[in-house]
C-alpha cells in the first residue's frame, strides 16, 4: 500500500454485491438531532441537507494527489455496488463526507461512507443505508439529547497572542517589501473539557446560532461555516467568496455603520479582490456563463459581518464536484496571493499543522454532483483526550495591522467558544 494512501474499510472486491438503498421518509425535522454520539457526520443549513452515522467504508490519504486519489477510491467503491434509489435526488443513493487537510504534506485528509444516511432538502426526506438488511426505513433513529460538558478551561495554542501578532508583523513586512501580495495566518487555541465531550453538543448550539452557515462534522472536525467553496448540481456551479471582516457590535445603528465602511475600506476591498480573481480564474477552467458580480454585498452572521460575493457558472465538462474543489484550493480567501508564495510564509511563520482546517469539507454523490464549504469556524474534537482544538485565521495585506487582526480572530473564534460553553 502507497504511503500517500491509506483505506482503513477497503472496497469490497468480492462478487458478494453490496447493495445501496435509498427511499422517501417523512420528514425527520430536525437532522442533527437524530445523530447518535458515534461517527456522526453531518452537513446542514438551515434545516436541510445530509446527516448520517456508522462507517462502511473510510479513506485517509495525504499528499498532493489527495483529491484524484479519493476521486479514484470512490470511483471503484460505487463500481461494485447494487445501488436501488427510488428518490434519484442530487445526496441520495452512494454518498461520501470529506474533510480535506489544507496543506498536502504533513496533512490527512479523511473521506467517510456512512452505513445510513438521512436527507431532507426542498420537502422531500429520505434515508439512504449501505448494505441493509431490511426495510431502510427502519434505521432512522429517534430524537436524542446530548450531553453537556462539565467545566471547558481555554489554553493558547501553537502561539501566544503577542508572538502570533509578532508573526503578523513579519507578514506585513514582507507584504510591503513585495515578496507577496496577501498571505492568511491562523492561529489555534485549545479547551480542556471535563466531563462529557459530546460532538452533537458542539453541533447544534452552532447550527441553532449560525442557520445560515453550513453545519458540518467530518472525521472529529466539527463547526459552521459561512463560506461555500463550490456546489455542483447537474451543470450548474456555485461558489461564495468571504474575504474582509468587522465585528458586530449588537447595535442596529452600530453595525449597519460598520457595514457601509467595510464596503468603502480600501484594505478590506483590497483582500476581497484577490479572493474572488482566484477563485473566478480557476471555475473559468471548467465553466462557461461565468457570473462574477462587479462589487461584494455584506453577509452579516450572528458575530461579525463579511463582504461576500457569489459566483455561478454552467459546467462546460464532465468535472466532479471534487475535481472542482481540487482546481479552487488554496483560494486566495485561505492561503493569500501568489499562492504558492503565500503557503511558503504561512508554513514558517504559523508554527503550526492546520490538518484540516481552511481545507474543503463537504459531500459528494456517485453522480459527481455534491457541496463543499471551506472549514471555517471550526474545531478538531478529539473525545478520548477531551479536548478541542479551534482556529481562525485573517488576511493579512499592506494595510493590515497586527492588533486589528488578533481582535478579528477572537471575533471568529467565538462561534467555537460559545457553542462548546454552552449550558
Known sequence: MSSQSMSRLDPTPDAARIIVRTRPIPDPEHLLARLP??????????GEGLVGWGVAAQLEVSGPERFSRAQRWWSKWCADKEVDDTVDVPGTGPVAFAAFAFDPNPGTSIITVPKVILGRRGGQAWVTVVDPDSDPRKAVRPVSVPSKPAAVRWAEGSLTAPNWQGAVSEAIGRIKSGELDKVVLARDVVAQVDGALDPRHLLLNLAEKYPSCWTFSVGGLIGATPELLVRRTGDLVTSRVLAGTVRRQGDAAADAGLASALLGSGKDLEEHEYAVHSVARALAAHCTDLTVPERPHVLALANVQHLATDITGRLADAASVLALAASLHPTAAV???????????????????????????????????GEFGIALRCAEVDSATNTVRAFAGCGIVAGSHPETELAEAAAKLVPIRDALEAF
Open 335 to 369: 492561503c493569500g496571493t501568489p499562492t504558492e508564495r503565500a503557503l511558503g510564509v504561512i508554513r514558517e511563520l504559523e508554527s503550526m499543522d492546520r490538518g484540516r482546517y481552511a481545507g474543503p469539507v463537504g459531500w459528494f454523490d456517485a453522480q459527481g454532483d
Open 37 to 46: 454520539i458515534d461517527d456522526p457526520v453531518a452537513w446542514v443549513r438551515v
